[in-house]
């Protein structure tokens, strides 16, 4: 329905302006800061291209994991995060390592958008 | 640390505006605290690099006293928004003061005042020492190889200094109890944080209830830094001229401190480096048990390195908020936020080292 370029491709153009053309124009002391635009915007392509399925694939396996009696992402979340405070997991091996598998999951999807370099620079890809 | 030459500027007209005012308040109590007959503010600089404390370069040319001639200065005071756990400035100088005493490399504390009329908020003032803290630089820069393991032995050393500072100490009363700041009670910090937080976090609520399973006997309490890492830390060329930002400093279990400056969020741009970014932990473990002529313990300090990696989640978390909540417009505090998920991975990485395969 929208027109083109996508969002993602105008934010990656965008940012190699800012990079490689306005960067050099600007004085030392504006360089952090426009690293800092350049990075919000890796982070906000990212986001966009990987869309929402990986939370509905994690959403999903909460479900299978926590159960019914919880609604949307927040919801979810915040009933795993309680279950695990109270330790609801660690009497069978099978439920406590499907819950680490989420955890492993869930920050693995964050930090593909938020930040791929530190995901590599711990060995995974 | 005092230079030569002669003021760069006029002097100012007092009372035309509110720089003008707020220079000339400084000038007199620079005056009055150095026992000088005049003093004359050159430069009024703000620094880079204090995420949650302002700091300003101050040349100051003094005439008369102890102090005379011309004087390259640091002026703390609060950032708009802050963190609640971080001391005020004029306790933060008197840990400055203690810290200086015990013989660790700091900046010479000088005078604080707690006068709103001055700078419109508590301050203190100390030397301004020479040299970078910029940690991405230190942990980068292939000219400080040779000599980073010497600087971790050092950095070790220093630490224990610190570490001799113990309670009780009256010009330390101000300090929390040592039992009102172990793990049980950070534990419970971390968790009224995120219950009040917006956005559920299960990695973080995993690792805190190992902590709660976990948590070593007591120890003796010492004082504590609570932010001794790579980036507090000054180097000019190969010398450490100064451990900087004493805003988190109490009474804890010595580990803690060895625990951050180890952990991960603090290696910068050398993950594979352990100490710091700088080091493996070998000369830096040497260098503390030799000044302290204790042992570290490594169980202990795996503890506290996990406690590290939620603290480092919980503070960046805090920082967003910062721009979130408290609505300071700052790119970098709102970008922090999502570094959380980095300490995350870490805390899973430390507690799961086996999970990756089923994980990723």
């Given amino acids: 329905m ?18 490689n053309e306005l960067m050099p124009l ?44 919880s609604e949307g992402e927040q919801g979810f979340l915040g009933r795993f995060a309680r279950d695990l405070r109270a330790g609801a997991f660690e009497e069978g091996e099978p439920r406590e390592r499907h819950a680490r598998e989420i955890l492993w999951r869930l920050t693995i999807a964050k930090l593909r958008d938020a930040n791929p370099r530190f995901l590599n620079a711990n060995g995974f890809s | 640390m005092a230079g030569t030459g002669s003021p760069r500027s006029e002097p100012r007209v007092a009372g035309t505006t509110g720089e003008d005012r707020r220079l ?22 703000p620094l880079r690099g204090g995420a949650i404390q302002e700091n300003w370069a101050v040349d100051a040319y003094i005439s008369g006293g102890a102090f005379a001639g011309e004087q390259r200065l640091v002026l703390r005071t609060a950032a708009p928004t802050g963190v609640a756990a971080s001391l005020g400035r004029i306790e933060e100088f008197a840990v400055l003061e203690a810290a200086f005493a015990a013989g660790v490399t700091v900046p010479e ?3 604080a005042s707690d006068n709103l009329e001055i700078m419109g908020k508590p301050f203190f003032t100390m030397r301004r020492v020479e040299g970078t803290a910029a940690a991405h630089r230190i942990t980068r820069d292939p000219a400080l190889d040779p000599a980073l393991p010497m600087i971790a032995g050092r950095l070790g050393r220093e630490l224990a200094r610190i570490h001799t500072i113990r309670p009780p100490r009256a010009d330390l009363a101000f300090l929390a109890p040592h039992e009102k700041v172990g793990p ?17 976090r299960p990695v973080l609520e995993w690792g805190i209830r190992w902590l709660e399973t976990h948590i070593p006997p007591p120890t003796d309490p010492v004082l504590c830094h609570h932010d001794f890492r790579t980036g507090n830390y000054m180097l000019d060329g190969i010398a450490l001229t100064g451990i900087l930002d004493w805003e988190f400093s109490g009474w804890g279990d010595p580990h803690e401190d060895i625990g951050w400056f180890c952990s991960k969020g603090w290696r910068f741009a050398r993950l594979d480096r352990e100490a710091g970014g700088i080091a493996d932990r070998a000369p830096f473990y ?3 048990e030799k000044e302290s002529g204790r042992p570290v313990d490594p169980r202990r300090v795996f503890f506290w ?15 967003s908020d910062r721009y979130m909540i408290g609505g300071e417009r700052n790119l970098d505090l709102a970008l922090t936020g999502r570094r959380a998920s980095e300490c995350e991975l870490e805390i899973l990485m430390l507690l799961d080292p086996g999970g990756v395969a089923s994980g990723a």
């Fill in chain 2, 184 to 200: 049980a009670h950070q534990i419970a910090g971390f968790r009224a944080y995120l219950d009040g937080h917006p956005t559920p």
């Fill in chain 2, 24 to 45: 000339e308040a400084l000038a007199r109590f620079l005056a009055e605290a150095s026992g000088a007959a005049r003093v004359e503010i050159t430069g009024l600089t």
């Fill in chain 2, 286 to 288: 040497y260098g503390y």
């Fill in chain 2, 305 to 319: 390195e996990v406690l590290a990696s939620i603290r480092w989640a919980v503070i960046a978390l805090q920082q």
């Fill in chain 1, 26 to 69: 600007l004085p030392p002391m504006a360089h952090l800061e426009a690293r800092l635009v350049a990075n919000s915007m890796a982070i906000a392509e990212r986001e966009a291209i990987s869309g929402a399925a990986p939370a509905q694939g994690i959403l999903h396996e909460l479900e299978e994991l926590c159960g019914e009696g």
């Fill in chain 2, 109 to 111: 504390p000088l005078w």
């Fill in chain 1, 2 to 19: 929208r027109d083109l370029p996508t969002g993602p491709a105008l934010l990656a153009l965008a940012r190699d302006v800012l990079l």
